[in-house]
């Protein structure tokens, strides 16, 4: 039986509008970090998008994980700490981590990788999400969230720009998991972030 490892993550294309049409899943994306839980029957281990491990900066965080009912699993997601609002709080997550203010942090999985064994990743979309939910609903972790999917892509931007978030990602329906650029996921910014953050990621780079 193969051991659960970071995989490196997919990363969306960034057009201006989302893509219409039934062959789409949209999903809010939030201001955090990206972020990927690799749990074996022993350990967890946390890694970024770029397979720096971050386990022990947030032992505690990671040690929360092993409660997920299963033997193995990688979970990719993002993390987030919520302001006093409950707003994603990208500047004060850093500072979280770095201050091991562990007990604040949150975990939105939006895919399931690999479980017990089995790479899920050139299953459809839809199914990974089906056993991610099943996952998530049958595991008491306070920290871990499941992010929502919806059809309307259009209306989601527009809910996101009500509530001042970064943005949505749309995922192409029945596509597998591809490490690296892929078409498949696409990601568009609110309007109200990119301006409140022109700065801030002309100076880091971020896009």
């Known amino acids: 039986m193969p051991r659960p490892t970071f995989i490196r ?16 899943l949209h999903e809010l994306k ?6 990927q839980i690799v749990k074996t029957s022993r350990r967890v281990r946390l890694y970024g998008p770029g397979g720096t ?11 929360a994980f092993l409660a997920l009912r299963c033997r193995s699993a990688v979970l990719d997601g993002e993390l987030v700490l919520p302001d006093e609002n409950g707003a994603p709080d990208f500047d004060g997550l850093h500072l979280a981590a770095r201050e ?7 975990f939105f999985a939006f895919d399931l990788l690999h479980r017990d064994g089995a790479d899920l990743c050139p299953l459809p979309l839809e199914e990974r999400r089906r056993r991610l939910i099943r996952l998530v609903s049958h595991t008491e972790i306070p920290c871990l969230h499941l992010v929502q999917a919806f059809d309307d892509g259009a209306k989601l931007l527009h809910a996101a720009e009500r509530m001042e978030l970064e943005g949505i990602v749309s995922k192409r329906r ?3 998991y591809r490490s690296g650029d892929c078409r498949d996921w696409r990601k568009v910014k609110t309007a109200a ?10 100076m880091f780079g971020r896009t």
């Open 9 to 24: 993550p997919s990363s969306p294309t960034t057009p201006k509008k989302p893509p219409i049409g039934s062959g789409w």
């Open 30 to 35: 939030l201001d955090g970090h990206r972020f």
């Open 53 to 63: 491990e971050w386990t022990r900066r947030l032992p505690g965080f990671a040690a």
């Open 100 to 106: 091991a203010q562990e007990h604040e942090l949150l």
């Open 174 to 176: 029945g596509a597998a």
């Open 193 to 202: 972030w990119r301006e409140a953050n022109r700065e801030r990621w002309r």
